[in-house]
């Protein structure tokens, strides 16, 4: 899986606000409603997966921190 601040197109040091406006633009892009790619589904998962992580600023600690992103299974 990519980087999150990758997938999200943000650099590491991007406030909440940043984080916030990146996943809604790109959610508004792929979501599978709007978008008919087949592959638009599941990076819509990913970008949805990356923002709950990003977007909490204590499961962004530990993100930064031991490489946890509370994979989905």
């Given at each position: 899986?990519?980087?999150?601040?990758?997938?999200?197109?943000?650099?590491?040091?991007?406030s909440?606000?940043?984080?916030?406006?990146a996943?809604?633009?790109?959610?508004?892009?792929?979501?599978?409603?709007?978008?008919?790619?087949?592959?638009?589904?599941?990076?819509?998962?990913?970008?949805?997966?990356?923002?709950?992580?990003?977007?909490?600023?204590?499961?962004?600690?530990?993100?930064?921190?031991?490489?946890?992103?509370?994979?989905?299974?």
């Amino acid at each position: 899986m990519a980087d999150f601040y990758e997938l999200l197109g943000v650099e590491r040091s991007a406030s909440q606000t940043d984080i916030k406006s990146a996943y809604r633009r790109l959610a508004r892009k792929y979501h599978p409603d709007v978008n008919p790619d087949p592959a638009a589904a599941s990076l819509f998962a990913d970008i949805t997966d990356a923002y709950q992580i990003l977007g909490d600023p204590r499961r962004r600690r530990l993100y930064d921190t031991e490489g946890v992103s509370f994979d989905r299974t």
